[in-house]
């Protein structure tokens, strides 16, 4: 048997990928599944789009193909992590000595045998790599990406954009690997970060990606920020515990820290009587917070996330157990500070709450009353409480 290259293998297995995906998701939208019933599309539509990508030889051909540059996100690159890590100290010195200068200018000033240059197709949103050398000539490039499967089964995807790069040796073999962190919108004013590790291959400039570690990576939220990535993939720690352990033994074991002072016990109608147990796992320099109900017999009923997108749990302020909805079960409302990076780049800490109300069999996470009503620093507990009740009708606290 004559195997194709390697070039037509990865066009081979996208195509097959796509096609794949269309049949397996019925409850895709009418426009999507309709895509479905004739992969003939899909084809013309890939190579329309691949055509345009294969053109692309020189930094010029880029935006002649329909591709637009990130600028911001240009750097220089170095082979060896070594080599990286001197230019970018170098990058920062220069940009203390120089405040008021252009970080574009001094990045393309600095002596590296290659740029990255990040590009997104304006016609689909999918994001390339392009790594182009010194005369402009494309050394490789590659739209093997996570953040372009963002829509599985279909070309076009959300519109995204590049939160950060960083540059590490993740697999101790002292080559400059790549991660990238992007955002998509989901719609809603909502946006979903979508990491990715692209690893530099000893036998030459070849960069290739394990989907198994970027979906981890993305499934176990630590897709936020570029040293929880690193943490997982280089140092081997994973919050995919925090997901998968069905008992407060198994959570204790794995490094999990509760909370003590907001730890209780409530009687939750037909759950019955569960601990609420609060607490962290560190990872990088980030505390993971979860809250967990667990029974008498240890085992976890259900599993709260109440810190959604931010980094970090700065202050948990409370947790309080009451009927919100007027349903007659005890719900659930969380207040908290959290910290994470602002469009600055700068550390910023926000007081946020979540209400999980109580159904049969388990909670459910409130998606209304978030959206009509932010907190401020001046709120407390009380007078969440307070709103959240009379969103519901209740008149007064004691209703």
């Known amino acids: 048997m004559i195997l194709p290259d390697r070039k037509a293998r990865q066009k081979a297995g996208f195509f097959a990928g796509i096609c794949a995906a269309l049949m397996l998701v019925p409850w895709l939208p009418a426009g999507i599944t309709r895509a479905a019933g004739n992969t003939e599309n899909v084809r013309v539509l890939y190579e329309e789009y691949n055509a345009r990508f294969d053109a692309v030889e020189h930094r010029e051909d880029i935006t002649e193909n329909g591709f637009e540059i990130v ?41 590296a045998p290659m740029l990255m240059i990040p590009a997104y197709d304006k016609t689909y949103n999918r994001l390339a790599l392009f790594f182009v050398d010194g005369d ?15 829509v599985l089964g279909q070309m076009q995807q959300p519109a995204q954009e590049m939160v950060s790069v960083a540059f590490q040796d993740l697999n101790g073999d002292k080559l ?3 991660i990238l962190i992007t955002s998509c919108d989901v719609g809603d004013g909502k946006k979903y970060r979508i990491g990715d590790v692209l690893f530099q291959d000893t036998e030459g400039l070849i960069f290739y990606r394990d989907y198994r570690i970027s979906d981890k990576i993305n499934r176990f939220g630590m897709n936020q920020n570029t040293d929880s990535i690193t943490a997982f993939v ?3 720690n994973s919050t995919e515990f925090l997901y998968t352990a069905v008992t407060l033994k198994e959570l204790l074991q794995h490094g999990f820290k509760i909370i003590t002072e907001q730890c209780h016990t409530r009687t939750f109608g037909k759950l019955g009587k569960l601990q609420v147990v609060p607490g962290t796992y560190r990872i990088a320099d980030y505390d993971v917070f979860m809250i967990y109900l667990v029974n008498e017999q240890g085992d976890i009923v259900s599993a709260l996330q109440p810190m959604g997108d931010y980094d970090n749990l ?41 209400i999980y109300y109580q159904r049969t069999g388990g909670f459910s996470a409130d998606t209304e009353i978030k959206g009509k009503y932010q907190c401020s620093e001046e709120d407390t507990m009380q007078t969440l409480v307070e709103k959240a009740r009379a969103y519901w009708g209740w008149k007064t606290d004691d209703d």
């Not at 060896?80 to 200068?101: N, S």
């Not at 490789?140 to 372009?148: A, R």
């Not at 349903?327 to 908290?336: E, M, N, Q, S, Y």
């Open 234 to 236: 280089r140092d081997g």
């Open 71 to 111: 600028d911001i996100h240009i750097f220089p690159v170095q082979y060896e992590i070594d080599m990286q890590k001197e230019m970018e100290t170098e990058l920062v010195r220069q940009m203390k000595a120089q405040p008021d200068a252009d970080i574009k200018d001094l990045k393309m000033n600095m002596e």
């Open 136 to 150: 402009g000539t494309i050394l490789y490039k590659s739209d093997h990406l996570e953040t372009n499967s963002c």
């Open 314 to 354: 700065y202050a948990l302020k409370g947790i309080n157990c009451r009927d919100i909805d007027g349903d007659g079960l005890k719900d659930i409302i969380v207040f908290a500070k959290y910290s994470y990076e602002d469009e600055n780049h700068k550390l910023a800490v926000a007081s946020d709450y979540s």
């Open 176 to 178: 400059t690997d790549i």
